[in-house]
């Protein structure tokens, strides 16, 4: 099946530094992209929608000067924290969306990256 | 505003029975639903899904229902086993959305030997 690579698994940076994580779709193109963010023992919680060539549409209360995306290709888009902070310390999850819309489409979550802010 | 809730957060079953989670959603709208599992640590993985103009869809041990009516989804994974031990979420898209999902609290599933 479809394969979403999310890198780095696990990041700890000092507070007041920036972090990029990247997802890519390793085997098909992805027009779209979802960001999410989960705390401990929360559900998912949809940060902003990345799509390629154009600007990411972000969630009420998420600062997009905050979290910046770019998502320059059709299979890779990224996430940066900037001037992170503990409080921004949670688990990133990115998704891509495969086959377009309609019957086919689905979508594939990468593995996470734990981001741990000191 | 619109939700999707799980009416458990806790379920312990013992190996080999057959385990049921359930899952309420609001939003009228939604047309696609989607069974996710999640192992600490690790993304979300697809177990399986049903549109809204089916009421049951079955893959290999598990079956989802979906009650439109009182907007109610089910889970139900036959002979459980301990790699079954996860949190699973339900997770739904409102026709017309943006193709993003909204997804439900989350139910701990715990397979007991």
């Known amino acids: 099946g479809a394969v979403v690579s999310q890198h780095p698994s696990r990041v700890i940076c000092k507070s007041g530094t920036s972090v990029k994580i990247e997802c890519r779709s390793l085997?098909?193109?992805?027009?779209?992209m979802f960001w999410y963010r989960q705390f401990p023992k929360q559900s998912l919680m949809l940060m902003a929608t990345?799509?390629?060539?154009?600007?990411?549409?972000?969630e009420q209360g998420v600062e997009k000067d905050k979290f910046l995306i770019n998502h320059a290709s059709l299979t890779l888009s990224t996430l940066t924290v900037t001037s992170a902070h503990p409080e921004d310390s949670s688990f990133y999850i990115c998704?891509?969306?495969?086959?377009?819309?309609?019957?086919?489409?689905?979508?594939?979550f990468g593995s996470g990256t734990q981001l741990s802010v000191l | 505003g619109e939700s999707v809730g799980l009416h458990l957060p806790t379920l312990s079953v013992q190996e080999g029975d057959n385990s049921i989670i359930n899952c309420a959603y609001s939003?009228?709208?939604?047309?696609?639903f989607i069974w996710y599992k999640q192992e600490s640590g690790k993304g979300p993985q697809f177990i399986i899904d049903?549109?809204?103009?089916?009421d049951k869809r079955q893959g290999q041990r598990v079956t989802v229902l979906l009650n439109k009516t009182v907007k109610h989804l089910s889970l139900q994974i036959a002979a459980t086993q301990p790699g079954d031990s996860a949190v699973y979420f339900c997770?739904?898209?409102?026709?017309?959305?943006?193709?993003?999902?909204?997804f439900g609290s989350g139910t701990q599933l715990t397979v007991l030997p």
């Open positions: 997770a739904e898209r409102s026709r017309g959305s943006a193709r993003q999902l909204t």
């Open positions: 990345s799509n390629e060539g154009s600007k990411a549409t972000y």
């Open positions: 085997d098909f193109q992805a027009t779209t």
């Open positions: 049903i549109r809204s103009n089916m």
């Open positions: 998704s891509a969306l495969s086959g377009g819309f309609g019957a086919n489409e689905k979508l594939f």
């Open positions: 939003n009228s709208a939604s047309d696609y």
